[in-house]
């Protein structure tokens, strides 16, 4: 019964492909299947069933066209990649094992086609370490035969469900992106979309900005933004950090110098704002440029001109510049270190970054934002973080702002052997004390891996609820809860 060989696997295809809904496909096997792969229309839920076990896979046909779903059977392997290239399904529910083609494999052709359809790998042999490769390779979860049909519909439901929350969700976030992107800067926090708003409405005039905010809280990441809003974005974006070089140094690094203007002075040499032309040029640290420079700034921004250090031929230079400080400039002025006529040129606009625990709603971006960057920098494939971890996160101070975060993040995924990472993998200073979970083999900490990421779906898909979670998962409230309280789940305290 089991076909052998191409040709007897394609004369199966033939066969075997009765489409519950489409009838049109099945005399149209030989025509051009549509080439682009349209997003899934409408409400319904479209799923492709691949087994090459023709009784089996009308078994399973069947029963879920009566439950509701559009359904496409597909007699091998082959068959289905070659209809999954011209139609989008939401979901495919492969055996793992056909002659042509394992499941595993077909999840991959499937994946490559459409990174985010989901699949469900039948396993008819039980054998855990099939599923665990399963789950490791992403499959959205895995069943195993004889099949429970009531758990099929459950599962397939919950897949669904989780579908739905992800486009609702990547809607939201594209319309809020659409407002409030700008490359690169997280926001979503009322403060931080003021912020942007307000980067949004200077950039494209030449008007001076002053940055202000605690250290780590963006201002160098915002001149940059501005200065790639602006009409300036060809030209160079120039940095002069005020607090880095003696008095000395810092002058002739800003305005350049003649040869032979002071003892090694070997050569002529352009200043940052000649360099800058045309560009920006931000000036960090702006608190601590000594007084002396302040007054040469100050005819800078008055009369748009100066001279290199040891000549008195004046320069221009078309330059926009933006300013940064994390200190209290007004008592600095106050205390007569800075000059207050400067202060009215430089804060033109002001823009206050609030510090990060002033906008606690960013962090969950954040925290996406930086776990993506550094998975990728690292080459590992990471969920998230463990409830734990993110509680952890999400309840912390951040005296050193985003920067800290960053850190913390980039930190977490360096040490995390686990594709969650867990409390363990934060420092001392924000986790709670909790005792570790000990060595385990690798089979069973992927398996607990594995059960912990079911739960948490299945918490997620029943909105909280447990006796729905434990339900969906086809175990007792009980053992739901003890398996909560196990993987630090609780979300009671
Ligand atoms: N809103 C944000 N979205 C994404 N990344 C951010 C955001 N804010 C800050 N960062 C990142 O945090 C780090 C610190 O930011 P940045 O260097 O701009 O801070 P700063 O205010 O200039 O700090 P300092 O006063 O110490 O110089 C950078 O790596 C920056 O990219
Ligand atoms: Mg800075």
């Given at each position: 019964m089991l076909p052998t060989g191409r040709a007897a696997a394609a004369a199966s295809a033939r066969t075997t492909n009765v489409d519950m809904t489409e009838q049109s496909y099945r005399e149209d096997l030989g025509a051009q299947p549509p080439r682009r792969r349209e997003a899934p229309h409408g409400d319904r839920f479209h799923i492709m069933v691949v087994d090459d076990e023709r009784t089996q896979l009308e078994f399973v046909g069947g029963f879920l066209g009566k439950a509701g779903f559009e359904v496409a059977l597909m007699g091998s392997a082959a068959e289905a990649v070659e209809r999954f290239r011209g139609e989008a399904f939401d979901l495919v529910l492969t055996d793992q094992r056909m002659p042509d083609m394992s499941g595993l494999d077909l999840l991959k052709e499937c994946r490559a086609l459409d990174p985010e359809v989901a699949v469900i790998i039948m396993t008819a042999y039980g054998s855990i370490e099939t599923a665990v490769s399963a789950m490791k390779e992403g499959a959205t979860d895995y069943l195993t035969k004889p099949l429970n049909l009531e758990e099929l519909r459950l599962r397939i439901e919950r897949v669904k469900r989780g579908h739905q929350l992800l486009r609702e969700n990547t809607e939201l976030r594209e319309a809020l992106q659409e407002r409030h992107r700008i490359e690169g800067v997280i926001g979503e926090s009322g403060q931080m979309q003021e912020v942007l708003d307000l980067v949004r409405r200077v950039a494209p005039s030449d008007a001076t900005v002053l940055l202000r905010g605690e250290s780590g809280t963006g201002k160098e990441l915002i001149a940059k933004a501005i200065h790639y809003a602006s009409a300036r974005r060809k030209g160079p974006l120039v940095k002069v950090n005020c607090a880095a070089l003696p008095e000395t140094l810092l002058e002739s690094e800003l305005f350049g110098h003649e040869k032979?203007?002071?003892?090694?002075?070997f050569a002529t040499r352009k200043g940052r704002f000649e360099i800058a032309d045309k560009g920006t040029l931000f000036l960090d640290e702006i608190g601590d440029l000594p007084a002396h420079l302040q007054a040469k700034l100050l005819r800078v921004l008055q009369e748009r001109e100066f001279e290199r250090v040891g000549s008195n031929h004046a320069i221009t230079s078309d330059v926009r510049i933006i300013t940064a400080t994390n200190q209290d400039l007004d008592q600095l002025m106050r205390q007569g270190v800075f000059r207050e006529d400067l202060y009215y040129r430089l804060n033109v606009v002001t823009i206050i970054l609030p510090p990060l625990r002033d906008r606690r709603q960013d962090l969950p971006a954040l925290i996406d934002h930086f776990l993506r960057k550094f998975a990728e920098k690292n080459g590992k494939t990471i969920q998230g973080f463990s409830r734990e971890a993110r509680d952890a996160l999400l309840r912390?101070?951040?005296?050193?702002n985003v920067r800290e975060l960053e850190n913390l993040v980039e930190r977490a995924t360096v040490l995390t052997r686990d594709d969650i990472i867990g409390i363990g993998e934060l420092p001392l200073t924000i986790k709670e004390t909790r005792p570790g979970s000990g060595d385990q083999t690798n089979l069973s900490a992927a398996v607990e891996g594995m059960e912990r990421r079911m739960i948490v779906e299945a918490l997620e898909a029943a909105a909280g609820v447990q006796t729905k979670a434990a339900d969906n998962l086809g175990i007792s409230e009980r053992a739901l809860r003890y398996k909560l309280q196990k993987y630090g789940l609780r979300d009671d305290k």
């Open positions: 032979g203007a002071f003892t090694g002075a912390y101070d951040y005296p050193g």
